[in-house]
């Protein structure tokens, strides 16, 4: 999904895409025929509720309820597609619908402001709930992600959906694919883009529909869908003093790791691999501090791709019918043990990294004329103050999240080779043709073992550095997390030539290696980025002496240009901070970034 720190001690795995079985339900779902008068079919597009009636938990130490209430938008007669670009930072998001007939393509540019950002369709749905009495309690909208958890509505639909699984959550974002496939229902409800809401246990009813707006704009038919709301009042002390503890408190306070499913704190094990923090991963991979804990366990919402190395939590994941087998009997697993592992493979896991050669490359280097990756970097973003923390106590740092995204047309690939005994391995980029075929490769530095906890994973050398310029773009303080485990953490673009929509090595364990690995290998996909969250002493900026004035951030990519690219001229990206303060008490305003406000 921000590397969290990857320098914290704690680390969740990715959560999994809720994408497996297919929907069960039918009723009121009919395959509509193609207009034999139009020349152009559109997707016909309906509401659908899974279920007749929910059962959702409210927590006493933590009180609010999600309201997933298992309700569906189905698309018939071709899929609903939405391409949702933006030309720079300096023009506003714009969403085109793409309607396919065969070979045929055309687009519809949706009105102006339908989108404000790439989460999705703002208020989306419309839910008015009301008590036992016929009294009203709750009116709300929702957002709607089309990229999420979805599933099959009839059996001769398409195997596998096209579309990515989530909507980027990441500020910098270029461009997105939205998508409910042919014959498929995704689910409406906006998972942890959305705070829950204050009932008292009891029974309600739900009314769910499509905004007007949306109706007429995509012709969907005014059928609002009624569902009965159960609210129970749950208390983790009394599953816990009963012998289960509950996977919602794990993961709202173990998420609170950046609070977010991030614990994802990988990425942020980049920082932490955290989740949301997980892209703090790199650092662990992780987020900044003050995030929205994710959804409840058993939300259909799909992962974020920036999840622990970006800002926004991912909703965790209900646990696997096998691992809930394997718990009886004892304590109850929670969210952060899912995943494969020593003595335990449930498949939750999902996008393993590559494979690398099967031995080290011999014969004449070479770098080929054949499609390159285009390493770019995105203006940081999550920027805060945060003082040593235990490791280096009465001291200012400014912590931050950077992304560095392959714009394409190639992947990028390395190779790392480890000679017996030795302690660094030997770094190879490789070249491949229009076919996917191997044609070259070039050494490319070196990968080094990090043993602290969080990380331990081979990093390759130089991949990006950070550092803080004075207001006339002079060097003053540099990071010193210059060595990275490449994942893609963000969808930063899907719109570029060659984008995967489905790309590899997603969470950290599964592409770095570990200590004992003879060979590793580390990709990043056509239109992904990896963030990492910058804020462990050594890696955030320290601003403990510095005077207070305007400063910039620049995240610079392949910065001693070892890796073989097809543009080295957009490598750098700056965006401006001001500090302020005094010591001790430093603070950090953030400018817009042209029309992104948001830090």
Known sequence: MTRLQQDRPHRLTRPSVAVAAAIAVTAGVVAAAPDAKSEEPTPKLGLIAASASVTLDSWKEDPGVYLDLGTYLTSENGAFELKVTRKSYKDPVVAQQILRNGKKTRTRTLPAGAVNDFAGLPDFTQITLTDAAGSTVLEKTEAFCPNNASGRV?????????YPESCPTNPFTLGSVWGVENGWASNTYSGFYTDPVQLAAGTYTAE???????RDLFGIADKPQTVKVVVRERSWEDEESAGARSPA??????????AQHDAHAEHSAHAQHDAHAEHSAHAQHGTAAGIPAPGAV???AGPSYNAGHGPYPSAPPALPWALKRKSLG?????TAEVGDGSGQTDGSRQAPGDRPNAKRPAGKTSVPDVPKPDLRSLPAFGITVSDGYEEVPGKDYLAFSANVWNAGPAKLVVDGFRSPGKEVMDAYQYFYDADGKQVGYTPTGGMEWDPRPGHEHWHFLDFASYRLLTADQKETVRSGKEAFCLANTDA???????????????DLSTACGQENSISVREVLDVGSGDTYTQDLPGQSFDITDLPNGTYYIQVLANPENRLKETDHSNNSALREVVLGGEK?????TVPPHHLVDAN
């Open 154 to 162: 009839r059996p001769d639909a398409p195997a596998n959906s096209k």
């Open 208 to 214: 769910i529909n499509v905004a007007k707006k949306y």
């Open 249 to 258: 408190k794990t993961t709202a306070s173990g998420h609170s790791a950046h």
């Open 298 to 300: 058993t939300s259909g």
């Open 330 to 334: 004892r304590q109850a697993l929670t």
């Open 492 to 506: 930063v673009d899907y719109t570029v030539k060659n984008a995967d929509w489905h790309p590899g090595n997603t």
């Open 584 to 588: 001790g008490a430093r603070t950090v």
